[in-house]
C-alpha cells in the first residue's frame, strides 16, 4: 500500500531523474548505465523517455532486449 509520504519521494525521485534524462537529451552525454538501468525498473513511465534517448544516441550502445535494458557488449 502507498502512504502518502511513499508517493511524496517517489514523486520526487521522478522530478530529479527526469531533470537528469532531460539534461542528457539535450547534451548528448549518457547518464551512465545504472542510472538508465535504474530509472528503467523504478519507473514504467521514465522508460518511455529512456526509449526516446536510446533511439536517439545508439552511440551510447545500450539497448532494450525483451523488455531489459542491456549494454551491447555483454
Not at 14 to 20: G, V
Not at 41 to 59: S, Y
Request: glycine share 6%; proline share 4%.
Amino acid at each position: 500500500m502507498f502512504t502518502a509520504e511513499g508517493i511524496t519521494i517517489r514523486s520526487k525521485a521522478r522530478l530529479l531523474r527526469m531533470e537528469k534524462l532531460k539534461m542528457a537529451s539535450l547534451v548528448g552525454e549518457n547518464p551512465g548505465f545504472d542510472f538508465l538501468q535504474q530509472c528503467w525498473n523504478d519507473d514504467p513511465a521514465l522508460q518511455i523517455v529512456i526509449k526516446k534517448l536510446l533511439a536517439k544516441f545508439p552511440q551510447w550502445e545500450v539497448a532494450i532486449v525483451d523488455g531489459v535494458l542491456m549494454k551491447w557488449n555483454e
